[in-house]
């Protein structure tokens, strides 16, 4: 099957989920200024153990062949590793569902290390934001480089294997491309590089922190001449209109082939669209998670075909597909318009306009997302 038949394929949406995100907890130890999920807090309506364990079975029933587990910071559950060892556990078939798992790093000592490297169908991404402690802690918090380079130390020395380096891009590190590359091959592991989307506290820090136009062409270069050997998750096909397309599906998956179950068994088309308008449902509903991706209305109508809207007369659609719907929908642009960082330049336009509003006008006009778990500022103490 060519690409493009199976590109078309996909879009009408599958089964199961190629690819499903859970985040395990809103609760983190750090506060990460582009926090897709806005992650600090515990939420006390968290799924049990045993209600996680029943979407596990959903899942292995369905056949799903692994999924990205993340946060807030996962491994901040008390039962972080029983979920792990449950979900990776074959079943009766001889099946069980690989793991990837999303961490800062800040629980990775040398005993976890080992019980994780012990473990099949377990692959680890480190997040990473700077190749040097001033680039990164700007983002992630102070100490938070040197606490992501022990956890890859103490997995070297368990052997664990190749696990991930998992970076945002931003305008700050895109200078630094060569180097996390570097530090990848040093460790025998991979780099996953993705796009920064205004989701979460990312809403708020999109402005300051997306890669200028110029360096959204160094970014697709140097993905051409690296890309065989680096992971996107699929992140920047709206840089398929600069020329050759990049590896991987160049479409938007949201309730076709992805999805996310948040930590309070709430499903939405993707993890960078956690607001009610792409909520799908529940896995607390009767039917559960299988019930949801095969029957919502949201998912139903997002595997229809779908309008090119104000990008039907751009001759690089095909290529770019219109872009990310998660950044056209927190930088208020219309769904079936350019993405925010079109690089054509057809959004500028009309960020321009919405930046020239009064800022009660553009909060309007900018939707927020649906939970906000930051923790609340410290204040001082009085003398």
Request: hydrophobic share 40%; net charge negative.
């Amino acid at each position: 099957m060519s690409a493009d038949k199976l590109v078309t394929q996909l879009k009408t949406g599958l089964d199961a989920p190629i690819c499903l995100t859970w985040e395990l907890t809103y609760a983190c130890n750090l506060q990460c200024v582009h926090c897709l999920s806005s992650s600090g807090q515990r939420d006390e309506r968290e799924l049990t153990t045993a209600e996680a364990k029943r979407v596990l079975d959903q899942l292995r029933e369905l056949q799903v062949f692994y999924i990205n587990i993340g946060g807030g910071e996962p491994m901040v559950r008390r039962d972080f590793f029983e979920l792990v060892e449950y979900s990776v556990a074959p079943n009766a078939h001889g099946s069980g569902i690989g793991v990837k798992f999303s961490t800062n790093g800040a629980f990775i000592d040398a005993e976890k290390a080992r019980r994780l490297a012990a473990m099949d169908y377990l692959d680890i991404q480190i997040s990473l934001d700077g190749a040097d402690a001033a680039t990164n802690d700007a983002v992630r918090g102070a100490g938070s480089y040197d606490m992501a380079r022990r956890a890859m130390d103490n997995l070297a020395a368990a052997d664990f294997g190749p696990f991930k380096i998992s970076v945002v891009a931003t305008r700050h590190n895109v200078p630094q491309l060569d180097r996390f590359k570097a530090l990848a091959d040093d460790y025998g592991a991979q780099l996953r590089l993705t796009r920064l989307r205004p989701s979460g506290r990312g809403a708020d820090t999109w402005d300051q922190l997306h890669p200028t136009q110029v360096q959204q062409r160094q970014i697709y270069d140097w993905l051409m001449a690296h890309g065989e050997g680096v992971l996107t998750g699929d992140s920047f096909f709206h840089l398929n209109a600069l020329g050759p397309a990049l590896p991987g599906l160049n479409m938007c998956g949201a309730g076709r082939v992805v999805c996310l179950i948040d930590p309070i068994g709430d499903v939405y088309a993707c993890p960078f669209v956690i607001h009610d308008e792409f909520r799908a449902g529940s896995v607390r509903d009767p039917g559960g998670f299988a019930e949801v991706w095969k029957r919502s209305d949201l998912f139903t109508s997002l595997r229809e075909p779908q309008s090119a809207g104000a990008c039907a007369s751009c001759g690089a659609f095909d290529a770019c597909q219109g872009g990310c719907m998660a950044a056209k929908f927190f930088t208020g642009l219309p769904l079936d318009g350019p993405d925010p960082e079109c690089v054509g330049g057809d959004a500028d336009e009309a960020l321009a306009a919405l930046a020239a509003q009064p800022v009660a006008v553009q909060v309007a006009l900018k939707p927020r997302p649906a939970m906000d778990h930051t923790k609340p500022a410290r204040t001082p103490a009085l003398a």
